[in-house]
């Protein structure tokens, strides 16, 4: 009897450990599995977010745009003969457009490069980013890009004549701030922020750090040391970039000094 109850015993402590092994391990396993079900959803949550944030941003920047690119056709369509017949008569009408539409700069570009503003003639067009012999179309350019002292110009081609110069620009230049107005970056404490634009070198139009998390100013120089999740890379987001698309699904998620950045 004292054999087969110790043998019982024996069993029972067994199948006792055997359970409470089971038991363990299916806890954790279970805990493992909701934790990567959990990060999947978070993850899934947060691209959503950022789609939504980064279009929504697009979308004001655009319509910024849009309104500015009016504003020029509008100003051009009040001009009348007699604001063509003389310089001065033209810094007149310039300086009615600045006020009413409450502009920054409102210039013209004759074909031999100068630059006709409201208080005088220009001859510094090389240090403004379109080509006033090629442009055909609407162009949007950013003015002075790596310094903080960044303007936004937005010029259209035009063909009229002062007395006998032909104008063949008409241009506008906007601070960065009043054209990015309405797209909720604020900085934080610290300078930095965490919502921004960025060009496709790399550099923060709104002049702010990398939400105060890289030491580096450019993003491309912070993402090189970032840290990719499986099926992400350096090279991949470059070609986002290049291609001109939205680039939030290409950033990577985990990173030694993540920067929060948003590609509209």
């Known amino acids: 009897m004292d054999g087969r109850t110790n043998k019982t015993t024996l069993i029972a402590v067994i199948g006792s450990v055997v359970l409470v092994l089971i038991l363990v391990f299916g806890t954790l396993w279970t805990g493992r599995m909701a934790r990567t079900d959990t990060d999947s959803a978070v993850r899934t949550v947060s691209l959503l977010y950022l789609d939504e944030l980064a279009g929504r941003r697009e979308q004001v920047v655009a319509d910024n745009i849009r309104e500015k690119i009016n504003v020029i056709h509008t100003a051009l369509e009040l001009m009348t003969e007699d604001d063509l017949s003389s310089t001065a008569n033209l810094q007149r009408y310039q300086a009615r457009m600045k006020r009413l539409f409450v502009l920054e700069k409102f210039a013209f570009v004759d074909a031999d490069g100068l630059i006709y503003t409201s208080t005088g003639i220009q001859n510094d067009i090389d240090r403004y980013p379109f080509d006033y012999r090629t442009l055909d179309s609407a162009e949007i350019s950013?003015?002075?890009?790596?310094?903080t002292d960044k303007t936004v110009i937005i010029a259209v081609p035009v063909s009229?004549?002062?007395?006998?110069?032909?104008?063949?620009?008409?241009?506008?230049?906007?601070?960065?701030?009043?054209?990015?107005?309405?797209?909720?970056?604020?900085?934080?404490?610290?300078?930095a922020t965490f919502c921004n634009i960025y060009t496709g070198s790399g550099i923060a139009l709104s002049n702010t750090v990398l939400g105060?998390?890289?030491?580096?100013?450019?993003?491309?120089?912070a993402l090189q040391k970032a840290v990719f999740d499986p099926g992400y890379s350096y090279e991949t987001l470059l070609r986002v970039l290049?291609?001109?698309?939205?680039?939030?699904?290409a950033l990577p998620t985990t990173a030694s000094r993540r920067p929060s950045a948003m590609f509209p």
């Open 160 to 191: 009229v004549f002062l007395q006998d110069k032909a104008l063949v620009v008409c241009f506008m230049e906007i601070d960065m701030k009043e054209m990015l107005s309405g797209v909720s970056m604020d900085a934080q404490e610290g300078g």
């Open 142 to 147: 950013v003015k002075n890009l790596e310094s």
């Open 242 to 249: 290049t291609r001109g698309t939205a680039a939030r699904s």
């Open 212 to 221: 105060g998390l890289a030491v580096e100013d450019n993003l491309l120089e």
